[in-house]
């Protein structure tokens, strides 16, 4: 495990940290080196790090990634870090690159392992690893380790022989469509996550954790903390200062208090619960949507600045900085449509989508369509604290939580009927904890909102 610094300086820790884990990877007697990393710690640069410095003691490493959008982002990445190493992208076919890795001068895309035989560095997507047969290389770098399902672990294992897994535990498990019932409490669970499962088989692997968040602001990082990442308290801190990051309106609010008084809430403090009259509706209920998009298209109107420590003299945020997270692709849709008709020629641009794709991604104000609202029922799928982590925790600024009256009091209520199972360790943070602690914070930022006002 990584030394727990004695002092509170965000930089040195992450250093420290950082060079631990890089420390390890020169063991030639460890298999394979886990680090823990929470929102905005750096996972990504852990990656093009270590890749570089493994390349640089004559290996050819290979990167694992969940997506193809994490993988054209690790390109990119790559290549403006390493400017002097050729990097792969191994791809379908069918794949169209995007214009910033066309871009990428020492990047090759091929379909092919044999076509890349020159790259230092491959590239490319779990599931297209796994169709890899014909190749072995000395180190693997699985990025968003906790995203990969350990069946598909199973199926590149044989690619690589040491492998270094970087990714967030406390953010969603991997998902499958099949039911999974048959396998619960077995040692050969296919649906755990890789991460775990290899852990379990390999006893003695060093595990390390990033302890410092860059994106979280001091506003959120003790909150997120606590709620999810119970475990790394007090060692789990922001990266930057109080006061290093701020927001304020180039105009003065429309007279729509509601909306007006959450944003300068937000604004203020970091957080908001923009809390609508209690009621039963379903997940489509139209003033929770048309609320969410009003929010996002009255930061657009108004003209946020944004202070940071990358803008110490403030700039005007635009479309692309602010997302709208949900639980469901029906929100979603629903929410687009919305932005479309708030009047506001640039709300359209605006991020939407659920947690599952925002997993990863960063903005700098996120509003949040809680996962609760509304409802009669707490199941498991809404509940879920990874599900709340992500939405919570993608914003380097300010986080609004949009949500009906009586999440609270559905949490006191609701008794967990999930079954218990042997050989089966209980989820830790628990989803209803981790529900509470986010409410409790939010009850200190509620705007209460009449929506036909």
């Not at 799928?381 to 559905?410: K, M, N, P, Y």
Request: glycine share 8%.
């Amino acid at each position: 495990m990584t030394p727990e610094p004695t002092d509170f300086d965000p930089a040195a820790r992450a250093a420290a940290a950082t060079e631990a884990i890089l420390a390890d990877l020169g063991e030639r007697r460890h298999k394979a080196v886990v680090v823990d990393s929470p929102p905005g710690a750096g996972k990504s640069t852990l990656v093009v790090r270590a890749a570089g410095d493994l390349v640089d003691g004559g290996e050819r490493p290979i990167i694992v990634a969940q997506t193809n959008s994490q993988v054209d982002d690790l390109i990119v990445r790559l290549s403006t870090a390493h400017p002097g190493t050729s990097i792969g992208r191994l791809s379908a076919t069918d794949y169209r690159v995007p214009s910033a890795v066309q871009e990428c001068t020492n990047a090759t895309v091929a379909s092919s392992v044999g076509d890349l035989a020159a790259c230092r560095i491959i590239v490319a997507t779990s599931a297209k690893w796994a169709t890899v047969r014909d190749a072995e290389f000395g180190w693997a770098i699985l990025d968003e380790a906790y995203q990969m399902r350990s069946d598909m672990l199973l199926q590149i294992v044989e690619r690589f022989d040491r492998g270094l897994f970087v990714g967030d535990p406390g953010q969603l498990d991997p998902f499958t469509v099949v039911g999974a019932e048959r396998w619960i409490g077995l040692p050969h669970d296919p649906t755990r996550n890789g991460v775990t499962v290899m852990l379990e088989h390999n006893p003695g692997t060093p595990e390390h954790r990033l302890p410092v968040s860059w994106r979280l602001p001091t506003t959120a990082a003790p909150t997120i903390a606590e709620a999810f990442y119970p475990f790394l308290r007090p060692y789990f801190i922001a990266g930057t200062a109080d006061g290093t990051r701020s927001l304020e309106f180039r105009t003065a609010g429309f007279g729509d208090t509601d909306l007006d008084e959450t944003l300068a809430m937000a604004f203020t403090t970091g957080w908001a619960l923009h809390e609508l009259p209690r009621r039963h509706v379903p997940r489509t209920d139209s003033d929770t949507i048309r609320t969410a998009a009003n929010l996002a298209a009255r930061i657009l109107d108004r003209g946020a600045i944004g202070t940071c420590e990358h803008h110490r003299a403030g700039r005007v945020l635009n479309a692309d900085d602010i997302a709208i997270g949900v639980a469901h692709n029906d929100q979603a849709d629903l929410i687009r449509i919305a932005l479309a008709r708030t009047g506001n020629p640039h709300a359209a641009r605006v991020t939407v989508n659920t947690a599952n794709r925002l997993q990863g991604r960063e903005f700098e104000i996120v509003i949040v369509v809680h996962p609760l609202s509304g409802r009669r029922d707490a199941t498991a799928f809404h509940l879920e604290a990874g599900r709340l982590c992500v939405l919570t925790s993608r914003h380097r600024q300010a986080c609004i939580v949009v949500a009906r009256q009586g999440i609270t009091d559905l949490l006191d209520s609701h008794p967990s009927t999930d079954p218990v199972h042997l050989s089966v360790p209980a989820k830790f943070p628990d989803g209803w904890e981790a529900n509470q602690v986010v409410m409790s914070k939010l009850a200190q930022h509620r705007i209460a909102a009449d929506p036909e006002a």
